[in-house]
């Protein structure tokens, strides 16, 4: 990893609110320390996102905002503290620096936050994004702001794909894991009216937790039935801003997975892309060409990070090359400095070189990163 030194933790009072910080009194943030460092020069020249262990980088995810109405009890405490608003990328901003990563070989875009709907432009930087490039735009929400006419307004604007987090299908519970007023029957709603507006495809997302939620696995799973969608399992990670997780917390995807299988036999699909995060499975007893399947996306007991394609920019525009960094590097300055393309495209491929082979969650020395989920983008 690139040096980094720590830096006592400002209080509250010297931040002017910046992201989090009250939950990490106490310990320790980690800052750049120095200018980052060039890539090598043939594959500065490449013009492609290419990391020192051979990854190639696809998928950008572009936080737009660090803000949510949920306080979902796996990544946000209820009083964590948003960076202030003169800290975010612009519209312009993403949708410049989505055009860079665009020449250097990247496919797919996927908004996330916090929560993205809360954005008072997501339509003009999907319709931006359309407009510049010839990215795939993906959007991942947790559906409380989704309405006909927001979905209509985005998938005119050019938005493909939808991601739907649906965490418990049991009211109560529901509101007690998001900490919202929000409801399993709404977000259902929304995932039939998404479908409805002709998004495609249209997935769920589930983190199970145990003690929480983890028998809910085959009910969640039937929602993949019910809706012909893929339904899909991210094992709970160790980025929840009480930090709070522990091994006895995460549910591996193989437990999960045997518990669907007890009611649904599954079938391994064999057209995963090798870097999706997903394995995904159809049901045995429905046709082949079903588009109802279960997906697992399992990070902590079987990392995928030698296939990893992506990189992420925080709503503050900071780049972390992993999930997991706890360096980052600050695309913001240079981007309001007056760089230009070619030197933010350099600087893409600098810090793209600068990622780690992988998360280490499980290793020994593992170190959780400062920022939770919610402010790095998922
Ligand atoms: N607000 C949107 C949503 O609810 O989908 C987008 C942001 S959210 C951070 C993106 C995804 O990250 C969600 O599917 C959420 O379940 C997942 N997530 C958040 N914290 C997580 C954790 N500690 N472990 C695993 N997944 C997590």
Redesign the pocket.
């Known amino acids: 990893m690139q040096d980094s030194r720590t830096v006592p933790v400002p209080r509250p009072a010297e931040t002017g609110g910046g992201i989090a910080l009250p939950q990490f009194a106490g310990q320790t943030l980690r800052s750049q320390d120095r200018a980052l460092a060039a890539a090598p020069a043939h594959v500065r020249v490449g013009r492609r996102m290419i990391d020192s262990h051979g990854r190639t980088i696809r998928d950008l995810r572009i936080s737009i905002t660090d803000r949510?109405n949920?306080r979902?009890v796996?990544?946000m405490e209820p009083d964590v503290r948003f960076a202030p608003p003169e800290t975010l990328l612009t519209v312009d901003e993403i949708v410049r620096v989505a055009s860079i990563a665009e020449s250097l070989g990247v496919r797919k875009v996927r908004l996330?936050?916090?929560?993205?709907t809360l954005h008072p432009r997501l339509t003009d930087i999907i319709a931006g994004l359309d407009v510049a490039t010839d990215v795939e735009v993906a959007l991942?929400?947790?559906a409380s702001l989704l309405s006909r006419d927001a979905l209509g307004a985005w998938k005119s604007a050019g938005l493909a794909r939808l991601t739907i987090?649906i965490d418990s299908l049991r009211p109560e519970r529901f509101a007690r894991l998001t900490r919202s007023s929000s409801s399993p029957v709404q977000v259902l709603k929304r995932v039939e009216m998404s479908l409805d507006e002709g998004l495609s495809p249209v997935k769920l997302?589930a983190?199970l937790i145990r003690g929480f939620n983890d028998d809910e696995a085959v009910e969640l799973a039937a929602l993949a039935r019910t809706f012909g969608v893929e339904m899909r399992f991210?094992e709970?990670?160790p980025?929840?801003s009480a930090h709070a997780w522990d091994s006895s917390k995460w549910v591996s995807a193989a437990e999960t997975r045997a518990a669907i299988e007890r009611v649904f036999p599954l079938t391994a699909c064999d057209d995963d892309e090798p870097s999706s995060t997903a394995r995904t499975f159809r049901f045995a007893d429905l046709p082949n060409d079903s588009s109802a399947r279960v997906g697992f996306i399992a990070p902590v007991s079987t990392p995928f990070c030698g296939a990893c394609s992506r990189l992420r920019i925080t709503a503050d525009g900071k780049v972390r090359p992993c999930l997991f960094s706890t360096t980052e590097w600050d695309l913001r300055s240079p981007l309001r400095a007056g760089a230009t393309d070619q030197e933010l495209a350099n600087f893409l491929i600098d810090a793209t070189w600068t990622k780690q082979p992988g998360h280490g969650i499980t290793s020994h020395g593992f170190v959780q990163p400062e920022r939770p989920?919610?402010a790095i983008?998922?």
Not at 112 to 116: D, H, S, V, Y
């Open positions: 949510c949920f979902c796996y990544c996330t936050g916090g929560e993205p991942i929400t947790n987090s997302n983190v991210i709970y990670m980025l929840d989920m919610s983008g998922g």
